[in-house]
Every structure is written in C-alpha cells, then in structure tokens.
C-alpha cells in the first residue's frame, strides 16, 4: 500500500513536499517514483530514485527544482521536494513502486495546484 500526502493550495514560487509511506510489502528494495496526471492529459513521469538511494532520474520539466529522496530506515518512505513551483506544475501526484521493471504498485494520489 502506498499512502501520498502534503499536497495542496501554492504561490507560484513556492514550495512542497510531499511524501509516500509504503507498506505492506518489502519496498526497502523497490526503485520508487512519482508521476503526475492533469485531467484529459497521459500520466507523466516526474522522478524516480532506485532501492538504496543512490541513484535518481528526473524529467526535464522538473530538474533542478525537484528532488526525489527516500528513508528506508523503518518503513519506506518516498519524499518528493518541489521548489520554485509553477502554474503547470498544476497536477495530481501519485507515488510508484517498481517491481522487475514495470510500476507495479501506485498510491491514490494528492493533488497540488499552484496559483499563478
């Protein structure tokens, strides 16, 4: 199960993070991600991050004012820090789990909307 939260009402400019705590099976050894969906629109790759954190992918729309990170000390937890925040950031954001390749295991999302 994969559980989304932090999203929100923003400024153009500002900031939010959101995080994805994933449970009931042993995420400490998936790759993580995030997406995002606007209504009418394909879901779009935002960011990912692999097991141990050692490695990370963004989209280019969002690199250099994204930052994926995961702690697995405990349970998994998935984080994804947006800054510099604009209109078209505007979208539903769900959290992923990768399992041989394919994102297999999706949270329900939290939406984030950012006012221009």
């Known amino acids: 199960q994969l559980v989304e939260s932090g999203g929100g009402l923003v400024q153009a400019g500002g900031s939010l993070r959101l995080s994805c705590v994933a449970s009931?099976?042993?995420?400490?050894?998936?790759?993580m991600g995030w997406f995002r969906q606007t209504p009418g629109k394909e879901r779009e790759f935002i960011a990912s991050?692999?097991?141990?954190?050692?490695?990370?992918?963004y989209a280019d729309s969002v690199k250099g004012r994204f930052t994926i990170s995961r702690d697995n000390a405990e349970s998994t937890v998935a984080y994804l820090q947006m800054n510099s925040l604009k209109f078209e950031d505007t979208a539903r954001y769900y959290c992923?789990?990768?399992?041989?390749?394919?994102?297999?295991?999706w949270g329900q999302g939290t939406q984030v909307t950012v006012s221009s």
């Open positions: 992923a789990a990768n399992e041989y390749g394919t994102w297999s295991y």
């Open positions: 991050i692999n097991y141990n954190g050692g490695s990370t992918w």
């Open positions: 009931g099976r042993t995420f400490s050894t998936y790759d």
